[in-house]
Structures are given as structure tokens and as C-alpha cells.
Nanobody, 127 residues
Framework: QVQLVESGGGLVQAGGSLRLSCAASGRTFSTKAMGWFRQPPGKERKFVAAINWSGDSTAYADSVKGRFTISRENAKNTVYLQMNSLKPEDTAVYYC????????????????????WGQGTQVTVSS
């Protein structure tokens, strides 16, 4: 089992920055691909960013490319999402997710491919 705990959300003005962190339990974090998803109020959850097991391959939704950066520190069992130039449309609950070891450490854009989820952290961007 893997437990994920997100932190770092909050209220920020448009143009500002936040860094989300996701701390994972367990000894197999370094073998797992990780993803960030978000769910705006009244809308479905959507892909934001993902990173493979080693951190040398990443992917982003078009809406966040050039503004968000995903990274990981396997020694700390932590994945990050650095969010810059935030916009009001970035307002959402942000979820961290991990794929199972069967995936070979490769990421996916699909939420159904992730087996473990955090509780979410609220990000609110005011205009």
C-alpha cells in the first residue's frame, strides 16, 4: 500500500506562484510513476502533469505547459508541482497520484491508470 499526502495549497493572486508537495509512504516510491490531477468546482478531474520513476521524463497538459514543473526527490519519497504565473482558471483541488509497480515506472495521462490517490489540496487563484 502507498499513502499519499499533499500539501502546499492555498490562496494566491493571479500571477503568483505555489509549490505543491506530495509525500509518499512506503519503500517502493522510487519505482512508481507519479501524476498530478486537478478538479475545478463542478467539473471532472483532469490530468495536469506526470513524471516517470527516475524523473527524466515528464508530461504536461497543454494548459499548464511552460508554467508548471513537476519534479521528484526519490530519497525523500516526495513529488512536487511548482506552479508559476497562476491564473484564476487554475483554481481547483489538486490531487497527487501514483501508479502501481506493474506499470514499470512509466506515467500515464489517464486517471484510471493510477492506483493510489491523495486526499487533495485546494488551490485558489484570485483575479
Amino acid at each position: 500500500q502507498v499513502q499519499l499526502v499533499e500539501s502546499g495549497g492555498g490562496l494566491v493572486q493571479a500571477g503568483g506562484s505555489l509549490r505543491l508537495s506530495c509525500a509518499a509512504s512506503g519503500r517502493t516510491f522510487s519505482t512508481k510513476a507519479m501524476g498530478w490531477f486537478r478538479q475545478p468546482p463542478g467539473k471532472e478531474r483532469k490530468f495536469v502533469a506526470a513524471i516517470n520513476w527516475s524523473g527524466d521524463s515528464t508530461a504536461y497538459a497543454d494548459s499548464v505547459k511552460g508554467r508548471f514543473t513537476i519534479s521528484r526527490e526519490n530519497a525523500k519519497n516526495t513529488v512536487y508541482l511548482q506552479m508559476n504565473s497562476l491564473k484564476p482558471e487554475d483554481t481547483a483541488v489538486y490531487y497527487c497520484a501514483a501508479r502501481g509497480s506493474y506499470s514499470g515506472g512509466s506515467y500515464s495521462y489517464r486517471s484510471d491508470d493510477y492506483d493510489y490517490w491523495g486526499q487533495g489540496t485546494q488551490v485558489t487563484v484570485s483575479s
